[in-house]
């Protein structure tokens, strides 16, 4: 094999910074290095986007290296370096690296390096040459490759993840990621379908997509007929969404739970019918009784557990007590920590049982105060006359929504809102999705401090609130949330409408 002078500059690189990381010193992996030079340096080295290699960390764990202590599917370190009977994913980083497999699971720096490393050698296996890995958008095949999933709906969701977080920013530990437009080059996934939408099955919750768990990996059964549904149990994953909803459909996993609940939205995935008894519990008698609820995250990270997994999560719970004449109180809807004999500690000490309890019985489920405006909202949107009208597509919010190409000025279409005191709000926008939409919309915030521009890919996601995040809003009346026109992202950018809720 013949290697060009950059790939092998890269390939040296990568082999002095692990013999670096070996020896201890501070040019990657040092105790005392922040974690934000790691994925400076790992990204030098394999000549990989830093920020795709941190957006890629962050939504597989927040930037958590867990102690050391692997997730449910035998991912190690910030990477989510996988290790289980299928996927050899820390091995092959070892073979990359020159690494031993117990550095890789726990240093951190070596572990970042690992996750770089194999994310290059996706690249090269793609043919993605010295000029297509400039731009972070054509690394979107490479990125789905990484996350090792089942099927390619979920290799999809999974990449999309991480683009989303491209668009939207981050920010955590001493690492930042800054809002970005990037447009996601989907390659053979261009076609791929939502994942879970147009399904032969439907799910048994309504605002469920589906997608069956392995039929290893659960007891086909006829409840309640067999057995009474007594039980809700709280989960959470110990891995990312589409990686736990991967692992069910993995035949050697032998665990499923009925339902997935995803962190940044709430979005829910129904893999066991309600009738059947997941493996869920570790405890036979409270898996027959019991509806499993899997909360995408880790137990010791509280940032996975959002206001919109909370809700989302709660209105699922209140449908199942509903449903089967469960009561709505902590005899009923209880922890894995606390089903009888388990030596699990889910959800953990930063799940907020008072703030979902209150969701389920409908208390405190509603914001102190949200307000929608529409691009119909009489006195509340304006846009100039290049911003057309459109009735084509069926996610709209309301009667129509406003379309436009993009263009290299200013002319965005505002809603206004009045604000009643300076605070935290949370910001969510709702948009019909089309392969033909933008794919990187520009929203612009008018936060207290300075307007804030996020970027969100409008070919999916669409036909739900997507949050943009949470900003300062000062009080009064004003044009608060804009869409550009001014983006480098290509198809229509489109309007809709706005939700700002006091949080």
């Not at 030079?37 to 957006?55: E, T």
């Not at 190409?405 to 949370?426: C, E, F, H, M, N």
Request: charged share 15%; net charge negative.
């Amino acid at each position: 094999m013949s290697l060009s002078p950059k790939r092998l500059t890269a390939l040296v690189s990568s082999v002095l910074a692990a013999l670096l990381v070996l020896a201890g010193q501070p040019a990657v992996a040092a105790k005392d290095t922040p974690l934000s030079d790691a994925f400076a340096r790992a990204a030098a080295a394999q000549d990989v986007p830093r920020d795709l290699l941190v957006a890629l960390a962050y939504a597989e764990t927040h930037l958590d290296a867990h102690n050391g202590e692997p997730s449910a599917s035998g991912g190690y370190g910030v990477m989510h370096l996988v290790s289980n009977p299928t996927t050899k994913a820390l091995e092959k980083a070892a073979g990359l690296t020159g690494l031993p497999v117990k550095k890789l699971r726990a240093d951190t720096a070596a572990n970042i390096l690992g996750g770089a490393a194999l994310l290059r050698a996706n690249a090269d296996e793609l043919g993605l040459d010295e000029a297509a890995r400039k731009d972070p958008g054509r690394w979107y095949e490479a990125v789905a490759k990484y996350g090792n999933t089942a099927s390619p709906q979920l290799a999809r969701l999974y990449a999309d993840a991480v683009y989303e977080l491209l668009g939207l920013g981050l920010q955590a530990k001493d690492v930042r990621v800054a809002p970005q437009e990037v447009t996601a080059d989907r390659g053979r996934y261009a076609e791929t379908r939502a994942f879970g939408a147009a399904e032969a099955a439907s799910p048994d919750y309504p605002d469920a997509t589906w997608a069956a768990a392995s039929s290893s990996n659960y007891t086909a059964s006829s409840r309640e007929s067999s057995y009474a549904i007594d039980r809700v149990i709280i989960h959470v994953t110990q891995g990312s969404y589409a990686g736990t909803i991967s692992w069910f459909q993995n035949p050697s996993a032998q665990v499923s739970a009925h339902y997935v609940v995803k962190s940044s939205n709430g979005a829910i995935t129904q893999m066991v019918r309600d009738k059947d008894i997941a493996w869920h519990a570790g405890n036979w008698s409270y898996n027959t009784r019991s509806i499993g609820i899997e909360h995408e995250g880790y137990v010791s990270e509280s940032s996975w557990f959002t206001d919109a997994m909370y809700r989302s999560s709660a209105a699922l719970t209140k449908y199942i007590c509903d449903k089967y004449g469960i009561p709505k109180d902590r005899s009923h809807i209880i922890g894995h920590v606390e089903v009888p004999g388990s030596d699990h500690t889910d959800p953990g000490p930063y799940w907020n049982w008072t703030t979902y309890m209150s969701y389920v019985t409908g208390g405190g489920g509603t914001p102190t105060w949200t307000t929608t405006v529409d691009n119909t909202t009489s006195g509340q949107f304006t846009a100039s006359a290049n911003w057309g009208t459109s009735t084509y597509s069926t996610q709209r919010y309301g009667a129509d929504y406003r379309f436009a190409d993009p263009v290299a000025a200013s002319d965005p279409a505002w809603y206004q809102a009045t604000i009643p005191s300076a605070g935290t709000y949370r910001v969510e926008v709702w948009y019909p999705d089309d392969p033909g939409y933008n794919s990187s919309a520009p929203y612009i915030v008018a936060a207290s401090g300075g307007n804030q521009t996020v970027y969100v890919d409008q070919r999916s996601g669409g036909g739900s609130w997507k949050s943009l995040g949470t900003f300062s809003l000062a009080a009064g009346t004003a044009n608060v949330v804009g869409v550009s026109r001014w983006t480098s992202g290509t198809g229509l950018v489109i309007a809709d409408a706005v939700r700002i809720s006091k949080v």
